[in-house]
């Protein structure tokens, strides 16, 4: 089955309790929605958008099984296996995880998850701390210094690029374009957590 938005949240919230997890979860569902809509796929949309949001299912309580117990996780609430293979794939040689991303969409999960993060902690050193007034050369200036954000892997994010067949710079800009569209409504509701 596919769980409904609601049942998602409800079964990302019984795993995952940290705010910044939580959050991470939110803004990827946001960055998958918009990309469904703007590359073509927007009847596809909310699949992309529960992918997004159960990414890291298994990631807070177990890092160091992540992409593989989530397999067990959602298979014991009897979520589709599609969207169980989708969710593993983003872990294609980061972890113990051989489910390589092969549909578009998995592609573009692949690519975004780690760069939101990046983006992310860009924004933040921003004194707006938003999205809104981000800029693709300040996230390349980060991108570059591997000491900032250095769990945000780099090379994951090339590869996702290359993968997608755009450039870095094509990739920045629609997730920062998808992240500003979300941000104040991932505000309220991490603010509501």
């Not at 769990?151 to 997730?175: P, Q, Y």
């Amino acid at each position: 089955m596919l769980p409904t938005r609601e049942e998602a949240w409800a079964l990302l919230k019984k795993y995952n309790k940290e705010p910044f997890h939580l959050r991470h979860a939110l803004t990827v569902e946001g960055i998958m929605r918009r990309m469904a809509e703007k590359e073509g796929y927007g009847d596809e949309a909310e699949y992309w958008a529960l992918v997004g949001l159960l990414h890291d299912i298994d990631f807070e309580l177990y890092p160091h099984e992540h992409c593989l117990k989530c397999r067990e996780l959602l298979a014991a609430h009897a979520v589709d296996e599609s969207l169980i293979k989708s969710v593993a794939s983003h872990g294609w040689g980061i972890c113990q995880n051989d489910v390589p991303p092969e549909h578009f969409m998995e592609k573009v999960l692949f690519a975004v998850d780690e760069l939101s993060g990046l983006i992310g902690a860009a924004a933040l050193m921003r004194p707006s701390k938003s999205v809104q007034d981000l800029e693709v050369k300040s996230v390349k200036k980060k991108f570059k210094d591997k000491r900032f954000a250095a769990g945000c892997s780099r090379d994951v994010i090339a590869k996702g690029a290359e993968e997608l067949g755009w450039s870095l710079d094509e990739l920045m800009e629609k997730t920062i374009a998808a992240m500003r569209a979300d941000e104040a409504a991932i505000d309220a509701a991490c603010a509501a957590l």
